[in-house]
């Protein structure tokens, strides 16, 4: 059996992972566990195209993880795992790249915790019980703000008192890395091209939504920032606001940062412009059924995603792709349409039929051929965990 790699992203009540051998991509066996820490937590198996999964009795991190242990030895899989990968959100400046994991390394991650409370410490709790369960085996951490640790500090810095960012780290960091790397590099095989000297914009659209220019490899700029709030509108999140918002909000609604904070985050973008829902598919039938503000909460989803690309074209002087990826990305025709529709003056010109099949787990290019390219791209971060995974551990991928 080929030596494969636990890929896990745990956050701080739910623990996704995928057993991945880094030389397909192939993965066996993956899952999820939820409500980790309560009354009702539960574990879901993915293997053969099958799902099933049972209640978990011991419902902490441990728990779930003993859970997959004996999943994995049930199915004979056990003894193929040679290391483990984590998905880390923040890495903040210190972690430029994937990293095997130490106690130093764990204290910086605890030490990031500061600028992604919702997210690091969740993660340490991952990493404590896989190395509890697989104590023999190399860890490595891989970072979501890694791959945008490249951009100049014109672009990382905000107009801010320059002490924000000596004392207290207040600086863009941008998010979505790993995929980002991902597309990037699978870019290079469908448009021919090195990746060294192709300048693209990639826009990674899910529930969580943000654009990033990849100049020869590397981003040079992206429109996430200290958190994953800013830039685009997203499922419910509001992306680019102006900062006086919250202090007239705080005032017309007798709320404190926190109620705020809440409100950017988790009642606006398209849930809160529809009223109706984050996911981008049910916009999609709710305005095609005549809903009014579903339809402008997507034109606003394209509008702000458009104008977001073509400013990202002014740190590389030009574009040779633009790539599409993640469930809206990879999924929507119609958001892809008008995006395109809306960046003609750059040189994009839609092959209707090409993007209308480009869907479900379709990858390939959506424009003309006299049309500079737009692609459409599966992303698989977990693939990408797994390769760095098996690197840093010594295995051959
Ligand atoms: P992700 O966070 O990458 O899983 O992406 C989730 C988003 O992808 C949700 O807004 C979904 O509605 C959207 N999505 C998935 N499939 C489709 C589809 N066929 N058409 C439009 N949006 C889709």
């Given at each position: 059996?080929?030596?494969s790699?636990?890929?896990?992203?745990?956050?701080?009540?739910?623990?996704?992972?995928?057993?991945?051998?880094?030389?397909?991509?192939?993965?066996?066996?993956?899952?999820?566990?939820?409500?980790?820490?309560?009354?009702d937590?539960?574990?879901t198996?993915?293997?053969?195209?099958?799902?099933?999964?049972?209640?978990?009795?011991?419902?902490?991190?441990?728990?779930?993880?003993?859970?997959?242990?004996?999943?994995?030895?049930?199915?004979?899989?056990?003894?193929?795992?040679?290391?483990?990968?984590?998905?880390?959100v923040?890495?903040?400046?210190?972690?430029?790249?994937?990293?095997?994991?130490?106690e130093?390394?764990?204290?910086?991650?605890?030490?990031?915790?500061?600028?992604?409370?919702?997210?690091?410490?969740?993660?340490?709790?991952?990493?404590?019980?896989?190395?509890?369960s697989?104590?023999?085996?190399?860890?490595?951490a891989?970072?979501?703000?890694?791959?945008?640790?490249?951009?100049?500090?014109?672009?990382?810095?905000?107009?801010?008192?320059?002490?924000?960012?000596?004392?207290?780290?207040?600086?863009?960091?941008?998010?979505h890395?790993?995929?980002y790397?991902?597309?990037?590099?699978?870019?290079?095989?469908?448009l021919?091209?090195?990746?060294?000297?192709?300048?693209?914009?990639?826009?990674?659209?899910?529930?969580?939504?943000?654009?990033?220019?990849?100049l020869?490899?590397?981003?040079?700029?992206?429109?996430?920032?200290?958190?994953?709030?800013?830039?685009?509108?997203?499922?419910?999140?509001?992306?680019?606001?102006?900062?006086?918002?919250?202090?007239?909000?705080?005032?017309?609604?007798?709320?404190?940062?926190?109620?705020?904070?809440?409100?950017?985050?988790?009642?606006?973008?398209?849930?809160?412009?529809?009223?109706?829902?984050?996911?981008?598919?049910?916009?999609?039938?709710?305005?095609?059924?005549g809903?009014?503000?579903?339809?402008?909460?997507?034109?606003?989803f394209?509008?702000?995603?458009?104008?977001?690309?073509?400013?990202?074209?002014?740190?590389?002087?030009?574009?040779?792709?633009?790539?599409?990826?993640?469930?809206?990305?990879?999924?929507?025709?119609?958001?892809?349409?008008?995006?395109?529709?809306?960046?003609?003056?750059?040189?994009?010109?839609?092959?209707?039929?090409?993007?209308?099949?480009?869907?479900?787990?379709k990858?390939?290019?959506?424009?003309?051929?006299?049309?500079?390219p737009?692609?459409?791209?599966?992303?698989?971060?977990?693939?990408?965990?797994?390769?760095?995974?098996?690197?840093?551990?010594?295995?051959?991928?």
């Amino acid at each position: 059996m080929n030596p494969s790699i636990l890929v896990i992203n745990c956050g701080s009540s739910s623990l996704k992972f995928a057993l991945t051998d880094p030389r397909d991509g192939s993965t066996p066996l993956s899952g999820l566990a939820e409500k980790l820490g309560l009354a009702d937590a539960s574990i879901t198996f993915r293997h053969d195209g099958e799902k099933n999964g049972h209640p978990l009795q011991d419902g902490t991190h441990s728990g779930a993880m003993k859970a997959i242990i004996d999943k994995l030895d049930e199915l004979g899989l056990a003894d193929a795992v040679a290391a483990v990968g984590h998905r880390i959100v923040h890495g903040g400046e210190r972690f430029k790249e994937s990293i095997l994991i130490d106690e130093d390394v764990i204290l910086g991650i605890g030490e990031c915790s500061r600028l992604a409370p919702l997210h690091n410490p969740g993660h340490l709790l991952g990493i404590r019980s896989a190395m509890e369960s697989f104590p023999a085996l190399p860890q490595v951490a891989v970072f979501d703000t890694a791959f945008h640790q490249t951009l100049p500090e014109r672009a990382y810095r905000y107009a801010l008192p320059a002490s924000l960012y000596h004392d207290h780290a207040v600086r863009r960091y941008g998010f979505h890395g790993t995929s980002y790397r991902f597309v990037s590099t699978a870019a290079v095989d469908m448009l021919g091209k090195p990746l060294e000297e192709t300048a693209m914009v990639c826009a990674h659209l899910g529930n969580g939504a943000s654009a990033a220019a990849v100049l020869g490899g590397r981003s040079v700029d992206t429109s996430m920032g200290l958190t994953p709030l800013e830039g685009l509108v997203m499922g419910s999140r509001s992306g680019d606001i102006d900062p006086g918002l919250f202090n007239y909000l705080a005032s017309a609604l007798d709320l404190d940062t926190q109620g705020v904070t809440d409100l950017l985050n988790r009642q606006s973008g398209l849930l809160g412009l529809s009223g109706l829902s984050n996911d981008c598919r049910e916009l999609e039938i709710a305005a095609a059924n005549g809903h009014e503000a579903a339809r402008l909460a997507l034109d606003i989803f394209c509008y702000r995603l458009a104008k977001y690309i073509a400013a990202l074209v002014v740190p590389m002087g030009r574009i040779d792709a633009l790539v599409f990826t993640g469930g809206i990305g990879e999924n929507s025709a119609a958001i892809r349409a008008q995006v395109i529709g809306l960046l003609g003056f750059l040189g994009f010109e839609l092959d209707s039929p090409a993007n209308e099949r480009t869907i479900r787990g379709k990858a390939g290019r959506i424009t003309t051929q006299r049309s500079v390219p737009a692609l459409v791209i599966n992303t698989n971060e977990e693939d990408m965990i797994a390769r760095d995974t098996a690197r840093l551990a010594g295995l051959a991928a």
